[in-house]
């Protein structure tokens, strides 16, 4: 396909944020205009004190339009302001130079759940297709969570969510296991769903100003986290597990990044006085693979409460720097027969420390052990992960060609709704 698409791109992170979602998102835009197409981002900016502000980052258009704060607040708070948001960047695109842009299709990334309005009003306005690249079912995993129940707010959350799909014309779920979830919206004749597996571009080379041989895991095997720190992660188990090893004094727990639950759990490291362990602030993601090149592995954590499909991003960038995993998901999750199919690591589905336990020895035999384990992670990552890949996928979809889409799109039967 050689069409050049004007795509317009709607999320609520970005760079400079450092967030997983933020990263992808670049990584994503970037290998947009790499393959030809002009892309604008549009996000929601709250402390713009200007209407809008259009930008061009690494040849992307990046316009920015002042909304309410959804960030770092107490859930009420940030409620309010995500409902606030859609219409507060509709008003503002308005008074902005590409209120008039004529769009060849929409592309927008959930979470957040709200950008509905927003993308809607895009789509009728240029009369194109929309693709939603959904990375989590709110609010059904927050009641797995036991974060909510199925009273009034999740009604109120479903309510958006459920017009958030009816807005999008193809839905990109990130794992086979969530299809089925969908199957009920596919049966609407011109939707389109399909796996959009999460993706990632080469990093930078920068820097890490954490120096492992500065700290207490200096000549230790470390296993690192770096990423988001809460309640979905279900973070204690892993200082258990270091607690458990804090014998062996060939191995290290390395935690990088910020989040709900950071601050307890690096109290909790300090009152167990676990030698093995440290705690660091996120650092830049160019910065990551230096960081990374002085680890043994890398450790993917999903509270076993979920029921639905999740790949974290951290697991694309373990991967891409030659580290297999150390991972304790929910039962079912795609991401454990990955793991075991691919041999890229040791995989314990549930939350029984003593499994965790032993699948963490096991993949220190298996890194001393198995020499094409680098070399076997990188090779799942390019065949799988890359951001080219995406890019096509999304392209192929919105512009109606079906000779190049995904064969990851689902079979055209469909099963009882959910």
């Known amino acids: 396909m050689n069409r050049r698409l004007r795509i317009a791109l709607v999320a609520d992170t970005y760079p400079p944020q450092r967030t997983s979602g933020a990263v992808q998102l670049r990584d994503l835009s970037r290998e947009f205009i790499r393959q030809g197409h002009h892309?604008?981002?549009?996000?929601?900016?709250?402390?713009?004190?200007?209407?809008?502000?259009?930008?061009?980052?690494?040849?992307v258009e990046v316009l920015r339009l002042q909304a309410p704060r959804t960030k770092d607040l107490g859930y009420v708070r940030r409620t309010i302001g995500e409902g606030l948001m859609p219409l507060a960047m509709r008003r503002n695109f308005m008074r902005s130079p590409l209120a008039a842009t004529r769009w060849d299709a929409v592309v927008w990334y959930s979470p957040s759940i709200f950008h509905g309005?927003?993308?809607?009003a895009i789509k009728r306005a240029s009369g194109c297709k929309g693709y939603l690249i959904l990375r989590d079912l709110f609010p059904e995993w927050a009641v797995d969570m036991g974060l909510m129940g199925r009273g009034l707010p999740y009604r109120f959350f479903a309510?958006?969510?459920?017009?958030?799909?009816?807005?999008?014309?193809?839905?990109?779920?990130?794992?086979?296991?969530?299809?089925?979830?969908?199957?009920?919206?596919?049966?609407?004749?011109?939707?389109?769903?399909?796996?959009?597996?999460?993706?990632?571009?080469q990093a930078g080379q920068a820097k890490s100003p954490i120096r492992l041989e500065e700290t207490p895991l200096a000549g230790r095997k470390?296993?690192?986290?770096a990423g988001n720190m809460g309640v979905a992660q279900g973070l204690d188990i892993i200082i258990e597990v270091a607690d458990r090893l804090k014998a062996r004094e060939d191995v290290g727990f390395l935690f990088v990044g910020r989040g709900s639950d950071a601050s307890r759990l690096r109290k909790l490291s300090?009152?167990?006085?676990?030698?093995?362990?440290?705690?660091f602030d996120e650092i830049d993601p160019d910065q990551i693979p230096d960081l990374y090149a002085h680890?043994?592995?890398?450790i993917v954590a999903l509270d076993p409460r979920h029921r639905s499909h999740n790949i974290p991003g951290k697991f694309l960038t373990y991967l891409q720097s030659g580290l297999p995993v150390l991972a304790c998901v929910n039962g079912g999750n795609d991401l454990a027969q990955i793991i075991r199919d691919e041999r890229v690591g040791q995989v314990t589905e549930g939350h029984q420390i003593e499994a965790l336990e032993r699948c963490a020895r096991e993949l220190l035999d298996q890194v001393a052990e198995d020499p094409d384990l680098p070399a076997r992670c990188r090779r799942l990552f390019d065949q799988r992960?890359?951001?080219a890949t995406a890019v096509r996928q999304i392209v192929a979809a919105v512009a109606g060609d079906s000779s190049t889409a995904s064969a990851a799109t689902t079979p055209?039967?469909?099963?009882?709704?959910h």
């Open 39 to 59: 892309l604008t981002v549009l996000l929601p900016a709250a402390d713009l004190e200007q209407p809008w502000q259009l930008d061009v980052v690494d040849g």
């Open 117 to 120: 309005l927003f993308v809607n």
């Open 159 to 201: 309510a958006v969510a459920r017009y958030q799909y009816a807005v999008a014309d193809v839905i990109g779920v990130q794992a086979a296991g969530n299809l089925d979830y969908f199957r009920q919206w596919q049966r609407k004749p011109g939707r389109q769903l399909e796996v959009l597996e999460n993706w990632l571009a």
């Open 222 to 225: 470390v296993l690192a986290y």
């Open 270 to 279: 300090q009152e167990r006085q676990l030698p093995n362990v440290a705690f």
């Open 295 to 298: 680890c043994a592995a890398g």
């Open 385 to 387: 992960f890359a951001a």
């Open 412 to 417: 055209p039967s469909a099963p009882s709704p």
